[in-house]
């Protein structure tokens, strides 16, 4: 029994050290990273930041800044990185790859890649989606039924009851694309737009400027449908506000991804960075993406709360009805989209 005692003593000392072992494998390690700013970067340093160095022992220096800030900072650090792991748009991913900024990344070096699904590997696996957020319909439920196709906005009977995204937002230019798709064009075929939008006009009840002011139209019946990003609508919706979501529409809905990328040059040991997108694929903190910010997850496995599940893609199903828009080829026609749309939604 004594032997039994010592044999038994020793391996829980083996276990305690490989414990130990495992918390503080990154000790003495620090990498640079740069993720958006206000309630995003406080929702990702609770959940990827602050468990990583907890579990690791490896310090995160965290920089703040939006896409295109993100883009301007790896640009101008070409010639001498600072920076190791950057998080933003997979515009940003884009961009960056063909300015030859970032590293393409070793998916096996991250074992839970093998469950992000493949519409969120950025840029033929220069990034990798962390978080997707979506472009689709909201509508007030005690008004109007769920549209079930985005032809349903030029009804008759929504005329002056639909809230139009501004062209200067993404919503709008990705809203372009779809009333093209709707009369036979496409992102390359952008003129089948213009007479869509034109017979659009008389249904607009104003252009979304203010979020505030958007979901007081559609709670009180003013408006009662919205092109927008849902997660703008949080705040309200869990205040009692009477607006819903669908992404049950015929021709599908858009989706953005939040990527993580590697800055090609970074000084930081890789095992760290690698470990530290790692962190940011999990179930767990791609759940608390979800529940702080309604960012719907991109790893097939992550559990979502139902109380939160109905205002995100988070399905396999939902994952394979996003429409993927050439984002680099959007961007390049921006300004064109832009000067169009003034010309045919004020004349």
Do not use: C
Request: no cysteine.
């Amino acid at each position: 029994m004594k032997g039994v005692r010592l044999l038994t003593a020793a391996f829980g000392a083996i276990l305690l050290a490989a414990g130990a072992a495992q918390a503080g494998k990154f000790d003495g390690q620090t990498i640079r990273v740069q993720f958006w700013g206000g309630s995003d970067g406080l929702v990702l340093r609770k959940y990827v930041v602050e468990p990583f160095e907890r579990e690791t022992g490896a310090k995160i220096v965290v920089e703040e800044g939006n896409t295109s800030g993100s883009i301007a900072k790896v640009r101008a650090q070409m010639a001498d990185p600072q920076l190791d792991v950057i998080f933003l748009d997979d515009i940003g991913v884009l961009t960056l790859k063909s300015e030859g900024a970032l590293e393409r990344l070793d998916l096996a070096r991250m074992p839970n890649a093998a469950d992000i699904h493949p519409n969120y590997r950025v840029g033929d696996g220069y990034g990798i989606g962390i978080f997707n957020y979506i472009t689709t319909i909201l509508y007030n439920p005690d008004k109007v039924k769920a549209p079930t196709s985005w032809a349903d906005l030029w009804k008759p009977e929504l005329k002056g009851k639909v809230l139009s995204p501004k062209i200067t937002d993404t919503q709008g230019l990705l809203f372009t694309v779809m009333a093209a798709q709707l009369n036979g064009g496409n992102l390359d075929n952008l003129d089948a737009a213009w007479d869509k939008l034109t017979a659009f006009r008389p249904n607009i009840y104003s252009f979304i400027e203010n979020r505030a002011l958007a979901a007081e139209a559609l709670n009180n019946g003013d408006a009662v449908v919205a092109v927008d990003i849902p997660y703008y609508f949080k705040p309200y919706i869990e205040r009692g506000y009477k607006i819903a979501m669908t992404t049950d529409l015929k021709e599908g809905f858009f989706s953005i991804t939040g990527s993580a990328a590697l800055v090609k040059g970074g000084k930081g040991n890789k095992d760290v960075a690698y470990a530290f997108i790692n962190q940011a694929l999990t179930p767990s903190a791609q759940a608390g993406l979800a529940v702080d910010l309604w960012y719907g997850p991109t790893n097939a496995k992550t559990q979502v709360p139902d109380n939160v599940a109905k205002f995100m893609v988070h399905t396999v199903k939902q994952f394979e009805n996003a429409i993927q828009v050439d984002r680099l080829k959007l961007l390049d026609k921006r300004q064109s989209i832009i000067d169009k749309w003034n010309q045919t939604m004020t004349r």
